[in-house]
């Protein structure tokens, strides 16, 4: 790249800026040299930036007379000064690490090589609060409102509590800032999809293809959730017309949820029970006409109504629960919070609480990255992050924990705890309605509640790849979202024609859903913590920042996170994936694994998985090679040169 | 409901509460990010 080092040339005690300046000069590509001199000379009072350009152009022809002043010596005294402690290639002006956090917000960089400063991104967040909204209602879904209470009352009530605050503080928020730190690294230097943000994190271009990942869990969940919003949304319709007011016969509910799935049949949606389609086909729309509108316009906008709405429809049920006899109330609070501290020496519940915090905050999802790429260079991500998780925590403790287990106590009894997440919302909670006075409009408002809950988080999971289809091959909008629209409608039929028993949705959503994600959090955790680095992560992430994280949290995520997660990994795993012989009874109860070869649905399913990875890597391979041949990894070619600590810290 | 469980209950939710009404606080009354740099890129940026 260079033909001989900055201190040959005379830039002696080269600061950062003036070493790129140099740098500017020498740099083999004719963008690069304009990025990095452009920069440099924004950079500088008018009266210097004379000298500097007239020293940038001899340089270049070889016509540099020894005699005049150098201003890259010249000024080193004064400019030095804003960059000392601070290695090239970093943000210069943010505050170093460990220092106490400021009042004022950290400069944005200003000498990175990596083109920053100029590219300005065609779609950007229109506000502080439009960004959190739209990550908390990708957080927010259904598992905050039907998973979390299921999961507290059988790992040790209240006790759960303890665990589930550790994990989401060792876990789940500095997951959610490494993530959010890393989207707007590379979204400030033009990539918004999962392989660009990849490719720039760990400065090379094969790094893209670990990406796979990153667009297969969105765009795969988004096939079987659509299905379980329009669940959401005839659930609603029917609360509103009075078709769900089925008395207080709980076995009405089974089979009027069995019915509206097609549980007992496949293809059941498109014979007898197509009115679902329909619900279906309108969630659907609903969906692309919003992403269609874009970042701004579209997600933010919407989520900025929806979220509030949903707070609104919650608390309505919430006030309806607690004005319930005060008797049932506090035995039905006393079910959900009475803490068993027994369970706290159980693996399990920490297991468990480590799990509902991963998920529910949507960490190793695909989307926090990409959604934090549309923020501005000097926006807030610690406060962002932090304000978007609290978001999710207020729905699934205060909101969740409050409204699900103890209604459903208060009318059906101990059994609840043992219903899974579909059984809770789907079957539960509507014989709950059905006995609770004015049963029939706060179901309405629960269920469009979940509906909103559940398009937020859709909404979210079709983004990274419209942002991959955009930027990767050069599509306009709608180009993008009706080829991403085509390629969902057929996997979504997928989930919807084999309804029976819900195997297909059941092992996508293993498969991907979960066990995927686990992979993906690992991958982007290791990725943070030793290629990236904690030290440039400690120092992007400051930059704008108006609260500090502490050092310590850097060192979780390098040395903790990985292993928690892994440990976490490799237990889900040993429960779920491989087979195992109950101890008391001597049953074998067979894993996801064993059913991939004793059922053709499975086996179909993940098939589907395989065909869809296959189709991302190629696509992710094209598209790296548009932006090499573009010219737009330039930039980290020059990091190429540079040697790294094992920090990803560049010497 | 005993006296643990409502104890629980209470720290629980009210250090949710408290967490969100500060970030909520903090992320409201701060100035929009043009207004706060006065950068003329953040604005072009905006205006795109």
Known sequence: MVEHGPEKAGVRGSSPRLTTFWLASHARSRTTRSLLSRNILRSQPPSKRFLFLEFFLCDRLGTVDEKRPNPYNEGASTIDTADQGNEMNESPDASPPHKPAADKPTDPPTGDSMPAEDYVSKEQWGSRIGVVLAVAGSAVGLGNFLRFPGQAAQNGGGAFLLPYFISLLVLGIPLCWAEWTM????????????????????????????????LLIPLVIYMYYIVIEAWCLSYAWNYFTGDLML?????????????????????????????????????????????YRGVSAGIETFCKFAIPLMVVCALCVLVRVLTLPSEQVSAGL?????????????????????????????????????????????????????????MNEFFEVCLGGLITLPAAFIFLGASVASFGTFGLGFNALPNVFAQMPAGQLFGFLWFFMLFLAAITSSLSMLQPVIAFFEEGFALERHVSSTFLGMIALAGTFFVVYFSKGLKALDTLDFWVGTFLIFVLAMIQAVIYGWVFGIVRGEREAHVGAHLRIPHFVQLILKYVVPVYLGAIFVAFCYQNVLGSTDAETGEYKPGYLDNIMSDSVVMMSVLFIIGVTAMLLVLIHIAGNNWIRDGKFAFLEEHDTGSTTDSGEEL | MTAGGLSVMVLSIGAVISMLSFCLYKVLTLPPVEEEFGDEDTEKSKEL
């Open chain 1, 247 to 291: 008395g207080e016969d709980s076995d009405a509910y089974t089979a009027y949820f069995d019915n509206t799935v097609g549980m007992n049949t496949d293809g059941h949606v498109f014979g007898k029970g197509s009115s679902m389609l329909g619900f279906i086909l309108i969630t659907f729309a609903v969906n692309f006409v919003l992403i």
């Open chain 1, 183 to 214: 989207g707007r690294f590379s979204g400030v230097r033009g990539f918004h999809s999962a392989p660009g943000v990849f490719s720039v994190a760990c400065r090379t271009p094969k790094a893209r293809y670990l990406s796979v990942f990153a």
């Open chain 1, 334 to 390: 006393g079910f959900m919070w009475n803490p068993k501290p027994e369970a706290l020496t159980d693996p399990k519940t920490w297991l468990a609480a480590s799990g509902q915090i991963f998920f529910s905050l949507s960490v190793g999802f695909g989307v926090i990255i990409n959604y934090s790429s549309y923020l501005g260079k000097k926006d807030d991500v610690v406060l962002s992050g932090l304000t978007a998780c609290s």
